[in-house]
């Protein structure tokens, strides 16, 4: 089993749709959470940390569940802007853990 | 502030030709990545260092790949010989520990002929 799964998508919506992502990792002991964001032909830049709580930064929302071993992204009233492809990002565990990314899930908003 | 800073941002070379990629992390951070992304793979991890001394290089995928960090503020990958399977985006990344949030540069795009 991969550390860290995603569905590639592509997933295709209507600019205003609601959309969301999840993505599965396998390590029971990881901490660390987080969603980065890349466009095409550039770097991954940092969209947000994932809480244990669940947290929102304007139209979006990222939830952990601990139990499942998964956390999910919620992009609501989508923009042509967000179309993008959206990496999930886990640590390892132990002392010498790192972050492990996703394959990604590519999003492609449409008017 | 600066953030990452990568050079060469293209490069194109022959096959069997030395590359060597340069990385300047952000300043204090101690943690730097290299990666290596295509399409088939997407984002790989070659090697990370802390504190300048490498933790683990198990992603560095043959002997013709090596990397240093011979102080805090300069890395290099280095690929001896290269050839066409090795063309690629390599990004350089860091963050004030192995695990806090990573910052990327811009990337380098190799191509190998």
């Known amino acids: 089993r991969k550390e860290v799964e995603q569905d590639p998508g592509p997933f295709n919506v209507p600019e205003g749709a609601t959309v969301a992502f999840n993505c599965t990792y396998s390590n029971s002991a990881s901490q660390s959470f987080f969603w980065y964001r890349q466009d095409c032909r550039k770097e991954p830049k940092l969209l947000m940390s994932v809480y244990s709580s669940g947290n929102e930064d304007g139209r979006f929302t990222a939830q952990l569940n601990r139990a499942s071993q998964y956390i999910s992204l919620l992009i609501r009233d989508s923009k042509l802007s967000d179309s993008a492809t959206y990496l999930c990002v886990v640590n390892g565990a132990g002392t010498a853990s790192k972050l492990t990314f996703g394959t990604g899930t590519r999003l492609q908003v449409t008017l | 502030d600066a953030g990452v800073i990568q050079s060469p941002r293209h490069e194109v070379t022959e096959m069997g030709q030395e590359v060597t990629l340069r990385c300047k992390p952000i300043?204090?951070?101690?943690?730097l990545f290299w990666y290596r992304q295509t399409m088939m793979r997407g984002l790989e991890l070659l090697i990370y260092f802390n504190n300048n001394v490498p933790i683990d290089d198990s992603g560095m995928p043959e002997d013709r790949f090596s990397a240093k960090m011979p102080n805090a503020s300069f890395s290099t990958l280095k690929i001896q010989p290269s050839e066409p399977r090795d063309s690629a985006v390599y990004f350089c990344?860091?963050?004030?520990?192995?695990?806090?949030?990573?910052?990327f540069g811009p990337g380098t795009r190799l191509t190998v002929l």
């Open positions: 300043s204090g951070h101690n943690s």
């Open positions: 990344a860091s963050s004030w520990t192995i695990i806090d949030t990573q910052y």
